[in-house]
């Protein structure tokens, strides 16, 4: 997410590209998705998880013209140097001379009656350009700025949720455990953060417990680089497609035996906030769409098996919750639906209680540090000035203390992780998933239309080119911000 060019990496089939997409896009906000569901009504779900998904797959189509478009403008620079070079080296011959003229006239041309010569396509996909690169590149002085705020922000948000989510799962598996809640309570119980946890220690003590260990285990990560988590990545993704899988199959289980408890609702519009936050959350990958996308092999259909991705990806978001809102009520649906099967009365072996109880420990433990060394190389970038360089206490500490304490405070006052999601997914996640990507690809329009010509086509053109759409976009992206916070100010005005 650092704006920079950086290598390609190693490539990679399609068919990896689309696995490796899917398993960007489906992370912690789909533990969060069941209760959203349950609270807005399985109709309304339904629709607006739809509609969020194809206006997030439009959006994502917007993010790889625009790489397409920096890659053309890249290749074209690359050849100037290469063509001033040369100049540089030759002799004034009269064939250099017969030469340089007619380059002279051909650069009167449009650029690609210049590379129709038997030179690859501009446009093609080679140079891994991440967002904050094409920001640079298409949009002004502050535009740049308002990009980085707006990632800044939503990674903000992205690590108070982690903060918060890894203690509150310790809190409710292990104070639970004390009061033998997974075996012989019955599920109705309901508790509040000041319930005992262990002797005088209440719930929220022992929730703000864990998440000071949690700090001081992870927290030092972020004065350091993070490198070589390949294969941790991988040991994570694997026990998240376990405990999915799980969790589906238990679901469908109980639903199959009548044990299904959920009586969701057709609609509750008092729900929709929340939901909405919830979903564009869970679509979020367009601020990883270079390092997903570059590497892949084969470009030709590249459209299509993004369009595959965001079908399978609906499928598994509406079969996860609809198991979920059908075979649990409602009320009794956790913030983390991992938490629902830590009970004796769900799952009776003990070790699958336990895995998907602490399954949110794992997974989002490895990731708090890459999504913290991102943010502060993005604060980085903000202030940096061309040829300037950082003091060693201002690299080493003011910018990691900037990036470690905030989400931690956030996470010290709540673990209501719900609205954490709602909340990061409804502003910044908006910002990042349709205003950015709507910006990006005008401007890269306008700038491609003027360096090229009017008939040159780029052949990642996104499938929705007609301005209408880039409109379309941004008038649905001001909408839901007017919208999200009309309801919260009427909510708070409620209480």
């Not at 108070?160 to 989510?165: H, N, Q, R």
């Not at 209440?202 to 998440?211: E, F, N, Q």
């Not at 202030?383 to 690299?395: A, I, K, N, S």
């Not at 908006?430 to 003027?450: E, N, S, W």
């Amino acid at each position: 997410m650092a704006g920079e060019i950086t290598e390609t990496g190693e490539l990679y089939s399609s068919y990896v590209g689309l696995v490796y997409m899917f398993n960007l896009i489906v992370g912690t906000g789909a533990l969060t998705m069941p209760k959203a569901f349950a609270t807005a009504g399985w109709l309304v779900s339904l629709v607006l998880l739809v509609f969020l998904g194809f206006m997030s797959f439009v959006t994502t189509t917007f993010v790889i013209e625009a790489m397409a478009a920096a890659n053309a403008q890249l290749h074209w620079k690359r050849m100037e140097n290469l063509k001033e070079e040369d100049d540089d080296s030759s002799t004034a011959s009269d064939s250099d001379v017969l030469i340089r003229d007619n380059y002279e006239r051909a650069e009167k041309r449009p650029i690609l009656s210049v590379q129709r010569r038997g030179s690859p396509n501009p446009f093609e996909i080679t140079d891994r350009v991440e967002m904050g690169q094409m920001a640079s590149m298409f949009f002004n002085k502050v535009g740049v700025n308002l990009f980085y705020f707006c990632i800044i922000v939503y990674l903000y948000g992205d690590l108070a949720i982690y903060a918060a989510a890894v203690p509150f799962s310790l809190m409710q598996v292990t104070c639970s455990a004390t009061g033998n809640d997974s075996c012989g309570v019955e599920a109705d119980t309901k508790y509040n953060d000041t319930d005992r946890c262990w002797g005088p220690l209440r719930r929220v003590d022992a929730y703000r417990i864990y998440l000071a260990i949690f700090t001081l285990l992870l927290g030092p990560f972020t004065f350091f680089d993070v490198q070589k988590t390949k294969y941790l990545q991988i040991l994570t993704s694997l026990m998240r497609w376990i405990a999915f899988a799980v969790m589906i199959v238990l679901a469908l289980i109980r639903i199959g035996h009548g044990q299904g408890e959920g009586h969701p609702p057709l609609a509750d519009f008092s729900g929709v906030r929340n939901l909405f936050g919830v979903c564009v959350y869970s679509f979020m990958c367009q601020h990883s769409l270079p390092s997903l996308i570059t590497p892949v092999s084969s470009k030709r259909h590249l459209t299509r098996l993004v369009f595959l991705d965001y079908v399978l990806i609906l499928a598994f978001y509406g079969l996860l919750s609809f198991t979920a809102i059908f075979c649990f009520r409602g009320d009794s649906l956790m913030d983390m639906y991992t938490l629902n099967f830590a009970r004796c009365d769900v799952v009776g072996l003990a070790a699958v209680r336990f895995f998907l109880g602490l399954f949110p420990v794992f997974t989002i433990s490895t990731n708090f540090p890459i999504i913290a060394v991102t943010l502060r190389n993005n604060w980085k970038t903000l202030f940096h000035r061309e040829g300037g360089t950082y003091p060693w206490v201002v690299d080493r500490v003011v910018f990691p203390t900037i990036t470690l304490v905030p989400p931690v405070l956030v996470a010290f006052c709540t673990h209501d992780l719900e609205s954490l999601v709602g909340i990061t997914g409804a502003y910044a996640g908006t910002g990042i998933q349709y205003v950015i990507p709507a910006f990006l690809v005008y401007h890269c329009r306008r700038d491609t239309q003027l360096a090229f010509g009017c008939g040159v086509s780029n052949k990642h053109r996104s499938p929705f080119r007609h301005t209408f759409w880039v409109g379309f976009v941004l008038l649905w992206a001001f909408s839901c911000f007017i919208f999200v916070t009309a309801n919260i100010i009427l909510s708070e005005t409620k209480l």
